[in-house]
């Protein structure tokens, strides 16, 4: 049995963010979950430097790591979660987490990058609590 798969509607109804960005970094692609997680509509996004997101202390490594990735048509985080501050649209921090995929012409070269994000604010803070309170309990009975 052969089923077609919508995928705009599929890029549309997941519950990730999926955010394309084009081999200059510019934003392509920014579906649903992006804004709720980011806060920018599709509208505010799109055409623009991933700069919106990228807080401005990442924003060299960042953009160092992406020229290599366009340059070389390789990433070494194809498999890896990442996991990076980030920034709302009203300025306050993120901690998310994604995967990336790269895009290819026909001639093999990269055309664009793909990032699968999940924001994982609420975690990285509940880690730090305990964290912090296993450091405490430790103090306590040193």
Do not use: C
């Amino acid at each position: 049995m052969t089923t077609d798969i919508d995928y705009a509607q599929l890029v549309a109804a997941i519950g990730d963010a999926v955010i394309v960005s084009d081999a200059d970094g510019a934003i392509t692609l920014w579906n649903a979950a992006a804004e709720r997680i980011f806060g920018f509509t599709p509208a505010e996004a799109m055409g623009r430097s991933l700069d919106l997101i990228i807080p401005e202390r990442q924003r060299q490594r960042h953009w160092d790591g992406y020229a290599k990735t366009m340059s070389t048509g390789q990433t070494r985080y194809g498999s890896d979660v990442l996991r990076v501050p980030a920034v709302h649209k009203d300025g306050h921090a993120l901690s998310i987490a994604f995967t990336v995929a790269l895009l290819h012409d026909a001639g093999g070269a990269v055309t664009a990058i793909v990032a699968v994000v999940r924001d994982e604010t609420a975690r990285f803070t509940e880690d730090r609590k305990l964290r912090r309170r296993l450091a405490e309990l430790e103090a306590a009975t040193a």
